[in-house]
């Protein structure tokens, strides 16, 4: 499940999109909201996030923001994560569900000041960026009718914006529209219809009369199996590159308390940490372009990017996978949607190799990588020595940089002039969660179980060991006093650009408390995205192609405020600040 964070979505935004101060119109009794992403053609069925929201102004442009936060289904371990914003301090509560439907607590805390301050949205600055939105012209909702912006906004009440360098257009919805689609993204229809079609179906799930049915939490009313003409309501609808959020406000003043209250109490005040100095829209340096409208790429646009680049993109992934098979055009388990970001290549495929019971320094293995990047299997048997890979643009993720610049410098194959090859990252230096893995292996705290499998720090220990579980051969190969200098070299020579994280919390997803967790637990000696020190990811020899470091998705060497799990793109992009965006960042190298 490719998980974005919802926090961005409770902002309150005033259904008085004919004025010009949007802000003063805030939904003050707060209300729900529920978040979707999509590939930009529609929504998916089932919100990511949902959970409720209040506001208050703090000044003129100065907003309070509480809210609680819930994943909408479990991740396939079961897990849930919910989040609560209350007086500015930000916790978190992660529970498993058990086979008879109750739930477990894996784990609760605050969110650690860093990785708050990355996660937590300017909101603050909202009001600036309001001041500065102007309406979308009516003809784009009629010519591009994609992600249901047209279904669900009245055409004159759709306002285009910029905040934290990111576009998004809100405006006020239909309760419904034609056939009932957007009244059946309404949370008044989401659940079964009553035998008695005159009654409502209360959010318990019983049927009935009365405002004790008929309310703005009733899951099943009787307009929902009409055609009525489309007619205004109070929702507010935000559509981002990737999500569409809906607001609902509340007809009853909403007292929100922290989902742990004992926990919470002990979480650090952000009020003064979350103003950072984002770039807020003005007239003069944001003008609204056609292009931007739906953000997605057009089919044209996104042809004439494959034609001009006329390159077949390969990805090499990391460690702890062992399904071993032929390269496919697609890898979600592990890279997520990158495959719809990536227009830039003709085509793609995705190498499948063990890098659980293999190190990086496996002759055989660094064999295979050859094979793939020469248009094989990785299982033909080839003899790939001093043969160059050309037209070809190579993202390799973790250990699988190290496994290509062992290839490179065993000259197994080489990277022809054609080539560009860009590392996502890699522990170029090796990584001190390695040298701590066996610890982690012997039981330290059973709710990472999550992380470690995922990560494949362990493996089934031999019979008559004293331990269950054992540290991988892959991590093995990773400790720190591993001589990495010819891969270095290598990498040092080939790579075009790198992307780096310095957050273990990351873009708020099932994996942020457990790679935060690891990151205290193992006490790195400086930033790290949860596995990997910046320091080690940052080659420590350089690059011959470095061109400097920046926190955009458009600078080829990337310093992002990411982790570990999103530097695959698997998490998807953040929703603000262009240091959240790595599946951007693998869609601009060429």
Same mark, same amino acid.
């Given at each position: 499940?490719?998980?974005?964070?919802?926090?961005?979505?409770?902002?309150?935004?005033?259904?008085?999109?004919?004025?010009?101060?949007?802000?003063?119109?805030?939904?003050?009794?707060?209300?729900?909201?529920?978040?979707?992403?999509?590939?930009?053609?529609?929504?998916?069925?089932?919100?990511?996030?949902?959970?409720?929201?209040?506001?208050?102004?703090?000044?003129?442009?100065?907003?309070?923001?509480?809210?609680?936060?819930?994943?909408?289904?479990?991740?396939?371990?079961?897990?849930?994560?919910?989040?609560?914003?209350?007086?500015?301090?930000?916790?978190?509560?992660?529970?498993?569900?058990?086979?008879?439907?109750?739930?477990?607590?894996?784990?609760?805390?605050?969110?650690? =000041? !860093?990785? #708050?301050? *990355?996660?937590?949205? %300017?909101?603050?600055?909202?009001?600036? @960026?309001?001041?500065?939105?102007? $309406?979308?012209?009516?003809?784009?909702?009629?010519?591009?009718?994609?992600?249901?912006?047209?279904?669900?906004?009245?055409?004159?009440?759709?306002?285009?914006?910029?905040?934290?360098?990111?576009?998004?257009?809100?405006?006020?919805?239909?309760?419904?529209?034609?056939?009932?689609?957007?009244?059946?993204?309404?949370?008044?229809?989401?659940?079964?219809?009553?035998?008695?079609?005159?009654?409502?179906?209360?959010?318990?799930?019983?049927?009935?009369?009365?405002?004790?049915?008929?309310?703005?939490?009733?899951?099943?009313?009787?307009?929902?199996?009409?055609?009525?003409?489309?007619?205004?309501?109070?929702?507010?609808?935000?559509?981002?590159?990737?999500?569409?959020?809906?607001?609902?406000?509340?007809?009853?003043?909403?007292?929100?308390?922290? =989902? !742990?209250? #004992?926990? *919470?109490?002990?979480? %650090?005040?952000?009020?003064?940490?979350? @103003?950072?100095?984002?770039?807020? $829209?003005?007239?003069?340096?944001?003008?609204?372009?056609?292009?931007?409208?739906?953000?997605?790429?057009?089919?044209?646009?996104?042809?004439?990017?494959?034609?001009?680049?006329?390159?077949?993109?390969?990805?090499?992934?990391?460690?702890?996978?062992?399904?071993?098979?032929?390269?496919?055009?697609?890898?979600?388990?592990?890279?997520?949607?990158?495959?719809?970001?990536?227009?830039?290549?003709?085509?793609?495929?995705?190498?499948?190799?063990?890098?659980?019971?293999?190190?990086?320094?496996?002759?055989?293995?660094?064999?295979?990588?050859?094979?793939?990047?020469?248009?094989?299997?990785?299982?033909?048997?080839?003899?790939?020595?001093?043969?160059?890979?050309?037209?070809?643009?190579?993202?390799?993720?973790?250990?699988?940089?190290?496994?290509?610049?062992?290839?490179?410098?065993?000259?197994?194959?080489?990277?022809?002039?054609?080539?560009?090859?860009?590392?996502?990252?890699?522990?170029?230096?090796?990584?001190?969660?390695?040298?701590?893995?066996?610890?982690?292996?012997?039981?330290?705290?059973?709710?990472?179980?999550?992380?470690?499998?995922?990560?494949?720090?362990?493996?089934?220990?031999?019979?008559?060991?004293?331990?269950?579980?054992?540290?991988?051969?892959?991590?093995?190969?990773?400790?720190?006093?591993?001589?990495?200098?010819?891969?270095?070299?290598?990498?040092?020579?080939?790579?075009?650009?790198?992307?780096?994280?310095?957050?273990?919390?990351?873009?708020?997803?099932?994996?942020?408390?457990?790679?935060?967790?690891?990151?205290?637990?193992?006490?790195?000696?400086?930033?790290?995205?949860?596995?990997?020190?910046?320091?080690?990811?940052?080659?420590?020899?350089?690059?011959?192609?470095?061109?400097?470091?920046?926190?955009?998705?458009?600078?080829?060497?990337?310093?992002?405020?990411?982790?570990?799990?999103?530097?695959?793109?698997?998490?998807?992009?953040?929703?603000?600040?262009?240091?959240?965006?790595?599946?951007?960042?693998?869609?601009?190298?060429?």
């Amino acid at each position: 499940m490719r998980i974005s964070y919802a926090l961005a979505g409770m902002v309150t935004i005033t259904n008085a999109f004919k004025s010009e101060d949007l802000v003063k119109s805030v939904f003050a009794k707060g209300g729900h909201f529920r978040a979707f992403t999509f590939d930009g053609s529609e929504s998916s069925a089932k919100p990511v996030f949902f959970g409720d929201f209040r506001s208050a102004n703090r000044g003129a442009s100065d907003l309070k923001l509480d809210a609680i936060v819930h994943s909408y289904e479990p991740s396939a371990d079961g897990e849930l994560v919910s989040w609560s914003l209350v007086d500015d301090q930000l916790s978190f509560v992660m529970k498993k569900r058990d086979s008879k439907g109750g739930e477990e607590v894996l784990a609760d805390g605050c969110m650690e =000041l !860093n990785d #708050a301050v *990355h996660g937590l949205p %300017p909101y603050r600055l909202l009001a600036g @960026a309001f001041d500065a939105s102007f $309406a979308v012209p009516s003809k784009l909702m009629q010519s591009h009718p994609s992600m249901e912006v047209s279904d669900m906004c009245d055409p004159s009440m759709v306002r285009f914006f910029e905040w934290t360098g990111d576009k998004y257009i809100a405006c006020q919805g239909y309760t419904n529209k034609g056939e009932g689609s957007a009244l059946l993204a309404s949370p008044q229809c989401d659940g079964q219809p009553c035998d008695n079609t005159s009654f409502c179906r209360s959010k318990w799930g019983w049927c009935g009369e009365g405002t004790s049915y008929c309310n703005d939490v009733s899951t099943w009313m009787p307009s929902c199996a009409e055609n009525i003409p489309p007619q205004l309501n109070q929702a507010t609808h935000i559509f981002g590159k990737d999500f569409h959020i809906e607001l609902t406000p509340s007809t009853v003043n909403l007292k929100l308390a922290p =989902l !742990n209250a #004992a926990q *919470h109490a002990k979480c %650090p005040s952000l009020y003064g940490e979350a @103003a950072h100095v984002y770039p807020v $829209a003005t007239p003069q340096n944001f003008v609204f372009s056609e292009k931007d409208w739906p953000w997605q790429e057009n089919e044209d646009d996104a042809t004439a990017r494959r034609l001009a680049s006329g390159k077949e993109c390969i990805f090499f992934h990391g460690t702890g996978q062992s399904d071993e098979r032929a390269p496919t055009s697609t890898y979600t388990d592990y890279w997520g949607n990158v495959h719809k970001d990536t227009n830039q290549c003709s085509s793609r495929r995705f190498a499948h190799f063990d890098t659980k019971n293999f190190g990086w320094t496996d002759t055989e293995l660094q064999r295979k990588h050859c094979e793939v990047l020469l248009g094989g299997t990785g299982f033909e048997g080839w003899d790939t020595t001093g043969r160059v890979a050309e037209n070809k643009i190579i993202f390799s993720h973790s250990m699988g940089n190290l496994i290509l610049g062992g290839a490179i410098s065993n000259n197994l194959c080489q990277l022809g002039n054609s080539s560009s090859w860009y590392e996502s990252q890699g522990p170029l230096a090796g990584s001190k969660a390695t040298n701590m893995a066996q610890d982690i292996c012997t039981g330290w705290w059973d709710w990472v179980t999550l992380l470690v499998e995922w990560a494949g720090f362990c493996v089934p220990a031999p019979a008559g060991s004293s331990n269950t579980r054992e540290t991988s051969i892959a991590y093995k190969s990773m400790k720190m006093e591993v001589d990495f200098t010819k891969a270095q070299v290598a990498i040092k020579e080939n790579v075009k650009g790198a992307m780096c994280g310095d957050t273990a919390w990351g873009l708020n997803s099932i994996y942020s408390p457990a790679l935060q967790a690891l990151a205290a637990f193992v006490w790195f000696d400086g930033d790290n995205d949860g596995m990997v020190e910046v320091s080690s990811c940052r080659n420590p020899i350089g690059y011959d192609a470095f061109n400097g470091w920046g926190s955009s998705y458009s600078n080829n060497f990337y310093h992002a405020s990411i982790n570990h799990q999103d530097g695959t793109c698997y998490t998807a992009d953040g929703w603000w600040g262009s240091d959240r965006k790595p599946c951007s960042w693998f869609g601009r190298r060429n």
